[in-house]
């Protein structure tokens, strides 16, 4: 269904590296659908799969629970880091992405529409900690085009769920290599848990992202509520640090647990391969819009070193024409190690 790289054995193999005296890591798979947002619609994000690991939480100079080029990794970024006392951890992912036009029966280019367009990006991530702030740092390198596999993967897909085959791939986006480099801050505040261990907890976060697959800065709110929330700085899969990715988040050990999440964002947008087009002159391009934003709800399932994650999502138009706002969902399993 996806590109055939090793990448999901890798992390795998990465999974149980961390030794007994040493935090957890974690192995986590996310699909994206606009199945799962909205019956029938399939247009603008179409799908989207992410597997990403987790280092165990690390701080000073102590790299024995990293992976060798893991922990070669975070002695060479020694600038990243606040001190000491902060905690802090590495993320490697996989991600790949598809987009397409609303109207998959036509094979001629839509003028009107954005641009067919597969994504496939490897990334690295660092994020620290220190209290109640954490500042996450990430690098994404990959492709735009057909070497990305986005009609077979999305062939595939289709024919799992039983929907026509898009007819306007040979109009998409050509290989181009991408580059993207990010970085995010956020704080926390939580409230005392009350009757039942319920409480909540809000994280507001800014950042910015460049790179000729995206270029953009973003602002937004996360609120949380259940019982014994985790002690880590959002839940929403879609964000920087989203999914419990933040140092020292420990998944809890016991029985279940479950939380919801609301989370608001805005972004200003400079640049998107996907509405803008590839360097090609004569590429296909939309009027982008400068401006969008994105209300995101979900749930949050854990049962000892299992998580479960939900969340349906809706985002304002993303360039001028489009006719239906985009809307999808979001299904996560992780494990911790």
């Known amino acids: 269904m996806f590109p055939r790289l090793p990448t999901a054995t890798l992390l795998l193999a990465l999974a149980p590296l961390a030794a007994a005296d040493c935090g957890d890591s974690r192995l986590l798979l996310r699909s994206d659908n606009d199945v799962y947002g909205q019956a029938g619609q399939d247009q603008g994000y179409s799908a989207g799969f992410a597997a990403t690991w987790v280092s165990p939480t690390v701080s000073g100079d102590d790299t024995g629970c990293l992976p060798g080029f893991v922990a070669f990794l975070d002695r060479a970024t020694p600038w ?46 660092h994020h620290v900690r220190d209290g109640k702030r954490l500042a996450s740092t990430r690098l994404k390198l990959g492709i735009v085009g057909p070497s990305a596999q986005g009609e077979m993967a999305q062939d595939a897909l289709h024919q799992l769920f039983g929907r026509a085959r898009f007819r306007g791939w040979d109009n998409q986006l050509r290989d181009e290599p991408l580059l993207q480099l990010g970085h995010e801050r956020a704080w926390r505040w939580r409230t005392d848990d009350g009757a039942g261990g319920l409480g909540w907890d809000r994280i507001v976060y800014a950042g910015a992202t460049a790179g000729n697959a995206i270029t953009y800065a973003n602002a937004g709110v996360e609120v949380r509520f259940g019982p014994r929330l985790p002690d880590d700085f959002g839940s929403n899969p879609m964000r920087m640090a989203g999914e419990g990715m933040a140092p020292g988040g420990e998944w809890h050990g016991r029985g279940w647990d479950w939380h919801f ?16 087009g590839g360097s090609a002159k004569d590429g296909h391009s939309v009027d982008r819009r400068d401006f969008v934003a994105e209300l995101g709800l979900g749930v949050v399932l854990t049962h000892g070193p299992w998580r479960f994650a939900g969340a349906h999502y809706r985002r304002s138009r993303e360039f001028n024409g489009q006719e239906q706002a985009p809307v999808y969902g979001s299904l996560s399993l992780g494990r911790s190690f």
């Open 80 to 125: 990243l880091r606040w001190g000491d006392g902060a905690q802090r951890n590495l993320a490697l992912s996989l991600h790949h992405a598809i987009y397409t036009p609303a109207d998959g029966h036509r094979a001629d280019v839509i003028a009107e529409d954005r641009p067919y367009a597969g994504l496939l990006l490897l990334g690295l991530a």
């Open 261 to 276: 999440f609301a989370s608001l964002e805005a972004r200003g947008v400079a640049h998107d391969i996907t509405l803008d």
